[in-house]
Every structure is written in C-alpha cells, then in structure tokens.
RNA sequence: GCCGAAGUGGCGGAACUGGUAGACGCGCUGGACUCAAAAUCCAGUCUGGCUUACACCAGGUGGGGGUUCGAGUCCCCCCUUCGGCACCA
C-alpha cells in the first residue's frame, strides 16, 4: 500500500539527479560556433567564489536567463550561455595570511562548491567554456591587453586610442607640429633626445602610465583604492587617508565623452544610466585666464557661470595649487604654509564632512578681466585640486560655497543677475543680466544663457578664455598591494625608464610564496619575492626589478565576456572570426552593484580593444538587467546577526530544483526587491506536484486519461493564448506572469476528465524552461527518446487566442451598472440598443436624459446622462 | 540638499497603447475524505450598507487637486520608502 504511494509521488531529487547526470553525459548544452541559425549571447556576471558559497541571490539572475536560454533554443537561436570564475581576490588572501595556505588553494576548493551548487540548480550552462580569472591561460590575456593598452595612446584628433608606435613615428617626422604640447620640438630635436627623456615623453601619452598622486591608501587592507571602491570600504568601518604614492593609472579620461554618448543606445536600466553619467559627470563651461599683477602667466580657473564674471570678487585656489607657492607673498608664508600642510592631513572625505568654510588670503590679487578690478587671491579647501584647474573665480552673489565663504571673510558680495522678486537672497538660478558692463560689453539685461554665449564669444575674442568641457570622472587607479592578483607585466630598469614584456614572455606567473605576510612597506607581498624581483634586462642588460604591483580584481572581469567565446584559444584571446559572430552580448544579467564601477572598466576596455581593431562592436553590453535583492522572510536584508539567511541547499533538498527556480522567478518582477516566503515555495511545490499527477497515474504510469483527441473549443483557446503569453513573458523577462498563465492552464486542465494528448505534450514543452527537470521527466514519460532542450516551441495560432463571447461592461456616467456577454465583434449600434434594454441600466437613466453613448467594441458602453 | 525609481487586499504581486481594479500564488474561513492528523479536493475571501437569498447601493490603487464620458494608468502640488551623488565651481 505505502509503496504504491511513494510511487506516484513526485521524487524530485530522483529526477533531478537523472537529469542533470543526462545532461552532463550527452554535452547537451554545449554550443557551437557559428552556423547559418541566429545567434544569442546571453551572459550572468560570473560570482566571485566566497567561502560562504552560493546564497540565494545568486539563483535569481542565474535562472532568469537559463529560463531565457532554454527558451530560445527551442526557438532555434545558437545560444552562447557560459559561467566562469572571477576568483582574485582578497579573502583568499587575507585567509592565506593567517593560515599560510595558499590562496590557490582555497579559491579551487571554493570553486569546487559553487560549481557543486550551481549545477544542482540545473543551469544549462555550456561547462566546456568555464573559465578562471586566476588560471595562468587565462591571465596571461589580461596581461596582454595590459601591454596594449600600455603600449597605446589616445589621438585626441582622431578621438580613439592607437599604437605608441604611431606617435613614435609621427614624432620622428614632424616632432610635435601636430600635437597640443607645452614644450614644441621638431623631428630632429625628438631625434636627439636621450632614451630616457623620449621613454619619459611617452609615458606621458600612453594610456596606462605610473603617477604620483595621493592616492587612497587603506592601511586596514594594506592595499590603495580606486575613487569608486573607497565608499564600499569605509562603510565596512576600514578607515582611508589620503597619502601621495606612485601607482598605476588608465586614462579612463579620455573616454569620457564616448562612455557617456555611446551609451544612449543601450537597453540599460536607468537607473544605472544615471549613475554612470553623473560617475561621469560632464558639465559645459568656459575656462578663464585671469591676469596676474607682475606675472606674464594667468590664473587659469573653470567656471559653468561666465556669465557671472562681473561679480567674481576674489579668487580661490586649492590648498595644493602648483601656483600657491609662487604667488603666496612673504610676510603670509608661515600662515599659507599652516594651512597647506593642515589640509593635506585632511581625507577628502572628512573635508566633505566639515560644511564649515576655512581658507586664508595669500596676499596676492588678480585682475577681474570684465571689470579691471583687482580682487584678492585665497586658498581654501573647499576647491579641489582634482576637478577643473583647481581654482575658481568666487561668485558670492550666486553660488551658495562662495557666499558662505564671502560672508565669513568680509569679502565683497556683488548681485549681477537679476531672479525676479521672489529670488532668494544668493540667487544660483538662470536669470537676467544686471550689473554687467563695460566699456567694451555688457550682459545687462541678457537672459543667461545669451549671456554666456556673448561673455564666451568676448574671452575668446580678447584670448582670456574659452568654452570647454569638463569631467568630474578621473583616471582609474590600477595597482594594487597584494600579492593575489595578475603581475604587472613591466620591470623598471635601473636608469630610470620602464619596459614592458614581450608577448612572447607571457604569462608572467606569480611566484610562489613560502609566507603571505604583507611586504611591511607599501609595496605588495611581491617584494619579499626577491629571486623573482630582480631580473636584468635580455635587450639591455641592465638590471631591473619588477613591478611588485598587480592589478585589481575589475581587471580580469574586464574582458572575460570576450574570453567565453573562444576559451581555450593558445594564440589569440579570443578569434576575431568566432568574436565577430557572437558579440554583442544580447543580454546581460547582474547585481547593480557594479552599475559604476565593472560596467564602466568594462566599457573602457571594450572602446579600446575596439579602436585597436581587436573587436568589431563599440559597445559590450547592448542589454542590461539587475536582479534584485531577496531579502530574508522578515523583509530586512539577509545577514547571518540576523539568522534570517535561507540556504539554497537547504530550500533544494526540501523541494527540489526546480521549485527553488520557480519560486524565485515567481517572487516578483526580476528587478524587484523582495523578501523570502517559505510558504510560497510551498506554494509553487504544490503546483509542481498537481503537474506531475496530471500526466502521471498511481502506478508511476503516464495517466491513461491523457487521449489522442481533439481539445474542445474552451480548452483550445486556453491554451492558445498560453502559447503566446508564456513566450512573450519569457521574452520580455517577465516570469512571474508567464507562471501564473501555466497555473491557470493547469487549473482548467485538472478538471477535464479526458486530456488531449498535444495539447498536453506541448503544455510540458512550455513548462521545461522554467522546470526543466520535471519537464525532461514528463517528456519521457509521454514516450519521447532524447532530451527536449531542442525540441521547437509551441507554436500558436492568433485567430484561435480570441474569445468568441466576450463580456461588455455597462456603464452610466462612467460607473459600472451591468455586464453583457456577446459574441465576439458585435458592432456599435448593437451594443447600445442591447445597453439600452438592460434593466439596471433603464433604471439609472429613468427621468435623465441621455447626452450621448460611448461605444468601445468588445469592451464597453458608457452612457452618458444629465443630471 | 540634488538626481533617479517606486507606493495597489492580511501578504508576494496582476492589470496590453486611459476602458470590469485585485489575475495567479500565499494566508485565512467553511466543507468533503479520515478513527484522527497530514496530504488532497470543493466553496468563499477588498471594505462597508442592505437582503432569507439572488441582486443592488456606497467607498476604495500613499494624500490633495485637475484633465476626461471614463484615471491604478495622463498633468500639477504634497507625503513616504528605496537606490545613487554629495563643497565637482
């Protein structure tokens, strides 16, 4: 009796081992490379393999495009659908430092669960493609694209990066006649420069160079950090200061107006649009030299408000301004000085914190250009060294920092436009002109705009000045103090200049440490690897030391979108022939936490391989989703202080696969935050279970009601329009609905006493992608030999989604007083003469008059009445 | 402070270009099966009024106003939540 049970019942994990044991087995996933069908590249941000393991995040996104996938196999697509590893990182390190075991190590036995945890999800990955970022055969690549984007630089003329070797020879020929320089040369002079100041001259173009910035350094890490990466740290409670340090930097810059404008045509969420364009942060102004007494160089400052020149009554510099110490007069050398050196201890964080203007005067003036008036020259830190010239022309009139700052100090206050009479007193909006003339021009009564347009036209005109554009994006910082990640593949040599490895040298491996101790200084672990350290130069013979730097994690998930294409290649890091059939990537999934900083690099590169002519596509990522985040069933974010993390292990040894994939695709919209419900799993269990004894009878036989025979016309449309709305779901993302239509499917099939075989197979045909093991299970069953993945989707039939009674609202005055079912395409004067001999409407419209009737075919009759 | 997204039953959420608000699921209530329970199946479930009942009526998509025959959907103002930026001149 129990044994009859037990088998009717719905063994899932039986199930779900069988079939993805067959899928392994018969490499039913594995894609291949072009063929004349279309193609669809359809990618998840690959995880970094945590020692935690996978949590329930991690699904969400990973099955929405599995879903995807299967689905557009079925639709006859190629689908390249790939999962690898971004598997540098700090953990592993720190891990190694207080256990000497190798990160190596580690990272492998993390891999080995994640790889474990997402195949029990039974994701149709092609595994033939894994890769790992911390695979020598692997990095070795991101170390070539390191030596070309080292070995380029950007043509600002033809607005895209080249070969150094280009300047090289443009140089030879002509010197710097073609280029924007401080210090002009001629061929000959570039002829005669010695090999160091040629190779310094380069350094100074090319797009990954080494500089002395203050950089932020993270002593609780022992490593520095990019701009974007500090907010993450801080917020963990590590503290980071500002402190000048020679590092590794792309010229992310120089792509700023490429990043911002090609991104218009992406599908991107907005959101993380946004964030981009204001990472990005273009602003439209005009630069203005400001005269100095007794010097013949100007104050060069930038400004978005040159129309507000003529109420600049002082100027102020940043503390670090290469000028300040040229300009500052004697007597006010030890006050300056004070000032400078207090605000260099200062993180830039804790400046943004203190609101409260500070500065000094350093006894200097400019000259007003539009006024001719002198105005006193200060520093303050309230202007940053980074963004613009690092200096300003102070506008207390209208900028709301200058006039805290004007006010504190006594400085003069000009209004010079005018807001209308509700203007508040610091007016900073667009207005009118007022107070604004010379002898030579005048912005009176000039709109804003117009007057920044007149004010332009007269700087350029006088040369003081012109329109530009300016960026608050920086260059990326791209060395890191750590031992667990790629080698930098340069050596400095002992004259001073660098080289960069050969190709043919490549990889440059990570020697093996005995001890992951940090290096004590602010070098990275590297450095106590003295017998790799120092090498001597093959083409030189000088002796060098290798850079002991190595690069950040963003470094290897950079590319490696482009290495899942051809990834086993030893020559070449991905086919331009296989690269061009499968890029752009068609869709792209993950978390929004890297909507700044993975997407931006990525896009970096992407531009710059492209204008090196080793991609074919401007852009990666056409189309970009995020999952949103699960929270615990308590509705706050899962964390273990909490004891709210649900287990994906847990949820699929007590349900199955295909449940934990259809609950979280059930949940909500894809990009929803949403919390965990138990019950709801539950929930779609039952569902699962109501299919499986649908098609399978109590002795685990296909259920003898399943008959060849034709639905019925209810029944036929049913799943007509389930057809079409689970493969539009599916396409639009929208999995939650496409679920629900197979639950009212399924719903209206239970109470049929005899089942139409076709329309019952294909309803399995729908079901698959989302549950594909229940669904290789049923698909057996039904007698089918091999696998469904390629079997063709449904197909449906338009003219059969339609109703052929559809039910007409009634309504007087807009509100709902009856219901009419009609058949299908009933026309107007119908419908009103049928609204019309409906009681309850009779009875609302008794004693009114009727103004007129709405008819809306298949849908509604309003009729309208007075009062 | 600025920018962006979003507010719908007890809960997760549906609702195509303005046309029956609450699909589907969870929960809850009642019933069937059972010695009993679990599982399963059937019925009900926005709130209020009225009714034996069917029906009918009123209100209802964060709040207030507007456009419209008709607004969850469009426009204006406000509130709340989430995400991002934050002296960027």
Not at 368 to 396: C, F, Q, R
Not at 779 to 798: I, Q, V
Request: proline share 6%; glycine share 8%; with cysteine.
């Amino acid at each position: 009796m129990k044994g009859l049970k037990e088998r009717m019942k719905y063994r899932f994990l039986d199930i779900e081992k069988k079939w993805q044991t067959y899928w392994d087995e018969h490499q039913t996933f594995r894609t291949h490379d072009s063929s004349d069908r279309p193609k669809i590249y359809i990618l998840d941000m690959f995880p970094y393999p945590s020692g935690a393991g996978l949590h329930v995040g991690h699904p969400e996104g990973y099955t929405a495009t599995d879903i995807l996938c299967r689905y557009r196999r079925m639709k006859g697509f190629d689908v390249l659908h790939p999962m690898g590893w971004d598997a540098f990182g700090l953990p592993a390190e720190r891990y190694a430092m207080q256990t000497n075991i190798h990160p190596r190590a580690t990272t492998e036995e993390n891999i080995s669960t994640f790889r474990r945890q997402i195949k029990m999800l039974g994701l149709s990955y092609d595994w033939s493609r894994e890769i790992n970022t911390t695979d020598p055969k692997y990095y070795k690549w991101t170390q070539w694209i390191f030596l070309k984007i080292y070995n380029s630089w950007f043509d600002p003329r033809a607005n895209k990066a080249k070969p150094i070797e280009t300047l090289e020879e443009e140089l030879s020929a002509k010197g710097t006649a073609g280029l924007n320089v401080d210090q002009p040369f001629t061929a000959l002079e570039w002829e005669k420069k010695s090999r160091k100041e040629q190779h310094d001259f380069l350094a100074k173009y090319r797009l990954a160079y080494l500089a002395e910035i203050p950089v932020n350094w993270c002593e609780g890490l022992g490593t520095v950090l990019a701009n974007e990466e500090v907010a993450e740290w801080t917020e963990k409670g590590y503290t980071v200061e500002r402190r000048p340090m020679r590092q590794w930097m792309m010229r992310i810059t120089a792509y700023a107006e490429r990043l911002l404008e090609d991104a218009r045509e992406l599908d991107w969420p907005v959101s993380t649009m946004e964030q981009q364009r204001n990472w990005i942060g273009r602003s439209e102004g005009a630069e203005i030299d400001f005269p100095i007494n007794g010097r013949t160089e100007g104050l060069r400052v930038f400004t978005t408000r040159a129309d507000t020149l003529f109420g600049a009554t002082y100027m102020v510099l940043a503390p670090e301004h290469p000028l300040v110490e040229a300009l500052t007069v004697p007597e006010l050398r030890k006050t300056v000085g004070d000032y400078r050196t207090q605000a260099a201890r200062k993180s830039e964080l804790e400046r943004g914190i203190e609101k409260d203007k500070t500065g000094v005067f350093i006894g200097a003036y400019a000259v007003n250009p539009a006024t001719g008036k002198e105005i006193p020259i200060w520093i303050a830190d309230y202007v940053l060294m980074g963004y613009g010239t690092g200096a300003i022309m102070a506008v207390p009139g209208h900028d709301e920092r200058d006039a805290e700052f004007a006010k504190k100090f006594n400085l003069p206050i000009i209004q010079v436009v005018d807001g209308g009479p509700e203007a508040p007193e610091i007016f900073i909006d667009d207005g009118v002109g007022m107070n604004s003339s010379s002898g030579e021009i005048s912005l009176d009564g000039l709109p804003t705009a117009e007057a920044k347009k007149v004010i332009a036209a007269w700087l350029q005109q006088k040369r003081l000045g012109k329109a530009t554009v300016q960026f608050k994006l920086r260059d990326w910082l791209f060395s890191r103090q750590r031992y667990w990640g790629e080698p930098i593949p340069i050596v400095h040599l002992e004259d001073g200049t660098m080289t960069a490895l050969p190709e043919s040298e490549l990889p440059l491996l990570l020697p093996d440490l005995k001890k992951f101790q940090p290096s004590g200084t602010t070098e990275s672990p590297l450095a106590l690897a003295t017998d790799w350290v120092n090498v001597t130069d093959g083409k030189t013979g000088m002796k060098g030391r290798r850079e002991t730097n190595t690069m950040p994690q963003w470094a290897g998930s950079c590319w490696y979108y482009l290495r899942f294409i051809d990834p086993a290649n030893p020559d070449v890091f991905c086919s331009a022939e296989k690269e061009r059939y499968w890029m752009p990537i068609d869709l792209y999934v993950g978390g929004s936490e890297h909507a700044v900083l993975h997407l931006m690099y990525a896009r970096f590169w992407h531009k710059l391989l492209f204008d090196l002519g080793y991609v074919s596509t401007k852009e990666p990522f056409t189309r970009l989703r995020h999952q949103g985040i699960i929270l615990g069933e308590d509705s706050r974010k899962m964390s273990k202080s909490r004891g709210n993390v649900v287990n994906p292990d847990d949820v699929i040894g007590q349900y199955g696969a295909d449940a934990m994939r259809l609950f979280e695709m059930f949940m909500g919209p894809l990009e929803e935050m949403k919390p965990w419900n138990t019950r709801g799993v539950e929930g779609v269990f039952r569902f699962l279970s109501r299919v499986w004894r649908l098609f399978v009878d109590e002795a685990g036989n296909l259920n003898p009601s399943i008959v060849d025979k034709a639905p019925g016309p209810d029944f036929e449309r049913l799943f007509h329009q389930t057809v079409k709305k689970v493969g539009e779901d599916i396409d639009g993302l929208r999995f939650n609905t496409a679920i629900s239509q197979l639950m009212i499917f399924l719903n209206e099939a239970m109470k049929l006493e005899k089942l139409p075989r076709k329309e019952l197979e294909q309803f399995v045909l729908l079901l698959s992608p989302l549950a594909p093991h229940l669904g290789e299970e049923l698909w057996e069953l039904l007698g089918h030999k091999t696998s469904l993945a390629y079997e063709a989707w449904p197909a449906f039939d338009p003219a059969k989604t339609v109703e052929d009674m559809v039910e007409v609202v009634l309504q007087v005055n807009g509100k709902v007083r009856g219901k009419l079912l009609v058949p299908q395409g009933t026309d107007d004067k119908e419908l009103e003469r049928l609204a019309h001999e409906e009681s309850n409407i009779q009875r609302h419209v008794a004693g009114k008059k009727v103004l007129r009737t709405i008819v809306v075919k298949n849908k509604l009759v309003n009729v309208v009445i007075g009062s």
